[in-house]
Nanobody, 125 residues
Framework: QVQLVESGGGLVQAGGSLRLSCAAS????????MGWFRQAPGKEREFVAA????????YYADSVKGRFTISRDNAKNTVYLQMNSLKPEDTAVYYC??????????????????WGQGTQVTVSS
C-alpha cells in the first residue's frame, strides 16, 4: 500500500509555470506506475500524465502535451509534474495516483484506489 501527498499548487497567471510534487510513503513506491489527474468544478476527474515505474516511458493527455512534463525520483519516492504555458482551462485540483500502467492510462480514475488529497492549481487570465 502507498500513501500520497501532493504539493506545489497555487495561483499563477496564464503563461506561467508551476511544479507539482507528489511524495509517496511505503517501500513499494518503485513497483508502481504513477499518474497525475485533475478535476475542475462540476467535471469528472480526468487523466493528465503517466510515467512507468522506471521512468522510461511517459504518456500525456492531448490537452497538456508539449506543455507538461512528468518525472519521478525513486530515491526520493517522489513524482513531479512540471507545468509550463499554463492556461485558464488548466485550473483544477490536481491529484497523483499510483497503480499499474494499464489502470492509470486505459482504465482511468474510476479504476484507481490510491489517491492523494489533491493540490489546487488556479490559472488567471
Amino acid at each position: 500500500q502507498v500513501q500520497l501527498v501532493e504539493s506545489g499548487g497555487g495561483l499563477v497567471q496564464a503563461g506561467g509555470s508551476l511544479r507539482l510534487s507528489c511524495a509517496a510513503s511505503g517501500r513499494t513506491f518503485r513497483r508502481y506506475a504513477m499518474g497525475w489527474f485533475r478535476q475542475a468544478p462540476g467535471k469528472e476527474r480526468e487523466f493528465v500524465a503517466a510515467i512507468t515505474w522506471s521512468g522510461g516511458s511517459t504518456y500525456y493527455a492531448d490537452s497538456v502535451k508539449g506543455r507538461f512534463t512528468i518525472s519521478r525520483d525513486n530515491a526520493k519516492n517522489t513524482v513531479y509534474l512540471q507545468m509550463n504555458s499554463l492556461k485558464p482551462e488548466d485550473t483544477a485540483v490536481y491529484y497523483c495516483a499510483a497503480d499499474d500502467w494499464h489502470t492509470i492510462v486505459v482504465v482511468g480514475a474510476t479504476g484507481l484506489d490510491y489517491w492523494g488529497q489533491g493540490t489546487q492549481v488556479t490559472v488567471s487570465s
